[in-house]
């Protein structure tokens, strides 16, 4: 059990170290998805949906890898990726708003049995900051441990998205 833990614990780690200007569509081999998800500028809600679904009817019938979608933690991840994407249509729709997507890191938690490596109160460091940004704090980003990584995630932790009125 221990061995498997550290595996994990490697694993996070590494998605952790992931070069803070790469793309988070590179979570979703499917070139189409990733292109549309990608395209701020012509992206609605409905398009998000409809990928949703269509993501669902794949996994139904088991055929995620010849569609082109994540085979690993693919619910996840592709979750992630939509709420992302979300944030930003948001972000796009009420400029007024600041409206962020956040993630506090992995955090010693129950739902993990504290194999977390950032405590309760480093993690909480991140949604805190944005509740502090600036009315002219960036909008439609995606922020982990504080740091922005961009319009997309490639990160595999629950993302919340974050609206300060």
């Known amino acids: 059990m221990a061995y498997a833990i550290h595996r994990v614990k490697c694993f996070i780690q590494k998605k952790l170290d992931v070069d803070q200007n790469s793309n ?3 979570s979703i081999p499917n070139e189409g998805v990733r ?9 609605t809600e409905e398009r998000v949906d409809e ?5 669902l009817i794949d996994f139904k019938e088991g055929s995620l890898e010849s569609k082109g979608w994540p085979t690993f933690l693919s619910a996840n991840t ?3 990726v939509a709420m992302n994407a979300y944030t930003r249509i948001l972000a796009k729709k009420y400029p007024s708003f600041c409206i962020n997507c956040v993630c506090p890191g992995y955090v010693k938690t129950n739902i993990n049995f504290n194999s977390g490596i950032l405590t309760v109160e480093e993690g909480a460091k991140s949604p805190v900051r944005l509740a502090l940004l600036l009315d002219s704090g960036p909008s439609g980003i995606f922020f982990i441990s504080g740091v922005n990584h961009g319009g997309l995630t490639r990160f595999l932790f629950s993302n919340t998205i974050f609206i300060r009125v």
């Open 35 to 43: 292109g549309e998800l990608s395209d701020v500028e012509s992206l």
């Open 24 to 26: 988070a569509e590179l």
């Open 78 to 80: 592709v979750s992630k």
């Open 51 to 55: 990928i949703l679904n269509e993501f």
